[in-house]
């Protein structure tokens, strides 16, 4: 389980990110192509835009990352951002006049350049005044188009803020975002893995909660029946070996079948019945699915409990009705049992850990797939419960 939880923890950092480039380079590409198109057509060469767009990239990819694994970590959850801030602006400044430098360097002459060489013209120069051709567009009233992006190189050249700062703010703004939902993630699966812990803490401690008082008066009792009534001795020891072999081997799984855990009532409230023979009991047990699974061990805590209650200091008939019914994949339990407030109820270890454990094992279990209903009456005390189960 813990390894099924890990690897898709993983598989959905993969896709995060994948999804977060996907759509930061989508944006830095069409801010580069839609600001060298503004009035310079062709101006700028496609391989100098292939080799600046490259660098962009992977400069934007070490200040993602470099945010994610360090400064996120060691600054913004620390609550250091006065240090956070100041870091981030040197670093935007550092982009922005990195990128300006490099563009300056990729426009001087020569470099990276598509421009064909032609041989020296040997034609006589034109006329001209002052040194300036007469035929010169200038002396014409005609100018050429101002060139935006990438600007010429005699112009000491300058990116737009579109093409540097506004992808550094995404970048960062990206990391930050991933960041947090992936710790979110993170520490959302810690917690879930130390309920399970806890859930997985709490069944062992169920397991064990068959008390030595408790087997003491069922050995008691097993004494008794083999001296007066040796019929009996056989299926009772059968029980008591089915419960503890249960109790051992059986539930060591995460789910078990509802056949295993209903035969574990039965012996269960066979057993007690041998210590509370004044007490009127009755069961019915009903399932026509034999591949539903349960949690183990999980309704008897409400089958102690009335025990605990029905057994003690009570005036009148005392009585226990235990129903188990399933439909499909619903499962119907129900405990009903007669108690009295007004009386102290003796202490017994062996009813479980309690309806409000059992409270906490249903909402992690079953979050979204049971209802249970706790009822106190005057005199009888009754619960509910409904399950929606799985196949094995």
């Given amino acids: 389980m813990k390894q099924m939880n890990r690897t898709y923890q993983k598989l959905k950092l993969i896709v995060l990110h994948f999804a977060a480039w996907v759509g930061i380079l989508s944006i830095v590409i069409l801010l580069f192509y839609s600001a060298n198109k503004n009035n310079s057509g062709t101006a700028y060469p496609d391989l100098k835009i292939y080799q600046h767009l490259s660098i962009t990239v992977f400069t934007l990819a070490v200040v993602f990352y470099v945010y994610y694994y360090l400064l996120i970590p060691r600054l913004l959850y620390l609550k250091r951002f006065i240090v956070f801030v100041l870091i981030s602006l040197l670093q935007a400044a550092l982009f922005v006049e990195g990128m300006n430098l490099y563009f300056k360097y990729m426009n001087k002459p020569g470099i990276l350049t598509n421009v064909q060489i032609r041989p020296p013209d040997m034609r006589p120069p034109p006329p001209s005044k002052n040194g300036i051709p007469l035929n010169a567009p200038g002396n014409l009233g005609i100018h050429p188009p101002p060139i935006d992006f990438p600007a010429g190189a005699n112009r000491s050249p300058m990116l737009p803020y579109s093409v540097t700062l506004l992808p550094f703010l995404m970048v960062i703004t990206a990391s930050i975002a991933l960041k947090y939902i992936n710790d979110g993630d993170y520490r959302e699966s810690q917690l879930k893995e130390q309920k399970m812990a806890a859930l997985s803490s709490e069944l062992q401690f169920l397991k064990s909660q068959i008390s030595p008082h408790f087997l003491f008066n069922v050995l008691n009792n097993l004494t008794y029946h083999a001296r007066k009534n040796t019929e009996m001795l056989e299926p009772s020891l059968q029980k008591l070996s089915s419960l503890l072999r249960y109790m051992l081997y059986d539930t060591n799984e995460e789910k078990v079948l509802l056949d295993k855990e209903i035969k574990y009532l039965e012996d269960y409230v066979g057993l007690r019945e041998i210590r509370h023979q004044d007490v009127k009991i009755t069961t019915n047990f009903f399932n026509d699915y034999d591949n539903l699974q349960i949690a183990p061990m999980l309704l ?93």
């Fill in 300 to 392: 008897i805590p409400f089958v102690e409990n009335a025990f605990k209650h029905a057994s003690g200091f009570i005036d009148g008939d005392r009585f226990i009705v235990i129903e188990l019914l399933t439909n499909h994949q619903y499962l119907t339990f129900s405990v009903t049992n007669k108690y009295t407030q007004n009386k102290i109820e003796p202490i017994d270890n062996a009813s479980g850990i309690g309806l409000a454990n059992v409270k906490k094992r249903l909402e992690l279990l079953y979050p979204a797939n049971h209802y249970l209903s706790i009822q106190k009456g005057e005199e009888v005390f009754s619960i509910f419960l409904q399950i929606k189960l799985s196949y094995s």
